[in-house]
């Protein structure tokens, strides 16, 4: 065809500037949401030292909690961090981790200290900067707001152990009130041992750890001890729910199961989560807590407690007393 004849392209006409200008600013929109708002979730435990199994438990559920908070849609306006500190279980370095804490503008509440004494140590400096405590301590803490203790108090494991005890006809030797230091409570346990004490003996929690078990070099095998903690597969949870559990706990602990604090911990951390949307107006549902309330004193309603054995170094269920 001559070059006379060629029809040339047709080209469209320029968008008018004003749908241009909205174009531009729809792009702008999708590539700059705005970020969620970042708080952060003290965690204080002991991760080195005498009691570092304590750490070890709840720190994975801790992580797992959180990461199933970002799966949420609600934590699209809500991003969620744990800081965690430790203590070593001393109440000194409870006191000061309390205070690194409390001038963190970003850190809105703490998980912590998982033992009574480091617990009641850095509980003044909370309740003065005003930051909520999530915490697991029989001990009876005088009332503090924003004080959140899912365990069973250290009168409410006595009766439990007491009743059980009575109900099956033995005469029991209650040590709930024994030291709380697992070195105090091994001398205790040996004493009662070298005196050819006959009764049956229950301990408190931490008689549970296996620090305390290691210590006795075998004398604390057929003792009891009461405890508001579960093993994972003692807690009664669905087998789904169980199992998904596991999952995500030993993905985050690089394979190291669940302790006998770790489904303690992830419930601690969710209700953690609950308070820190709830002061950012996000209300929750559907979550591992919704059914645990706290009374006046901030001590969980209704805690369950279980009772254990130490069978062949390992801790078997015996029955939750309630």
């Not at 109440?91 to 409390?102: D, F, G, H, T, Y």
């Not at 509980?123 to 899912?150: D, I, K, Q, W």
């Not at 620090?211 to 070099?217: G, V």
């Not at 059914?291 to 279980?306: C, E, K, M, Q, T």
Request: glycine residues 10%; hydrophobic residues 45%; contains cysteine.
């Amino acid at each position: 065809m001559p070059a006379s004849k060629r029809r040339r392209p047709r080209q469209r006409p320029p968008a008018p500037r004003g749908v241009l200008v909205m174009l531009i600013l729809i792009l702008l929109t999708g590539c700059l949401q705005t970020p969620p708002h970042v708080v952060k979730i003290g965690l204080v435990a002991p991760f080195e030292g005498r009691y570092r199994e304590i750490g070890y438990d709840v720190i994975p559920a801790a992580r797992l909690a959180v990461r199933e908070w970002a799966a949420r849609p609600e934590s699209r306006g809500l991003g969620i961090e744990i800081v965690a500190y430790d203590d070593g279980g001393d109440p000194l370095q409870a006191i000061e981790q309390a205070r690194r804490l409390s001038v963190d503008p970003d850190v809105v509440i703490v998980l912590g200290h998982w033992r009574d004494e480091t617990t009641q140590a850095a509980l003044p400096v909370y309740e003065e900067a005003g930051l909520p405590l999530v915490t697991f301590s029989p001990a009876e803490f005088r009332h503090a707001p924003g004080l959140y203790n899912l365990s069973p108090s250290s009168a409410q494991l006595e009766a439990a152990a007491g009743a059980w005890a009575t109900r099956e006809g033995l005469t029991a030797l209650t040590l709930i009130d024994a030291p709380e230091d697992v070195l105090a409570s091994v001398e205790a346990l040996r004493a009662l041992h070298a005196q050819g004490r006959a009764e049956t003996l229950i301990g408190g929690p931490v008689w549970g750890l296996g620090q305390f078990y290691a210590l006795t070099e075998g004398e604390a095998e057929g003792v009891y001890f009461v405890s508001g903690a579960a093993e994972a597969e003692d807690s009664g949870w669905p087998p789904e729910q169980l199992e998904a559990f596991i999952a995500g706990y030993e993905e985050g602990s690089l394979g190291a199961p669940p302790g006998l604090l770790s489904i303690t911990a992830y419930q601690a951390t969710w209700v953690a989560i609950r308070e820190a949307a709830a002061r950012e107006g996000i209300p929750l549902s559907g979550t591992p807590v919704d059914s645990l309330a706290f009374d006046a004193d901030g001590r969980r309603l209704d805690p369950p407690v279980y009772l254990y054995l130490w069978r062949a170094g390992q801790r078997s269920l015996i029955e939750q007393l309630r």
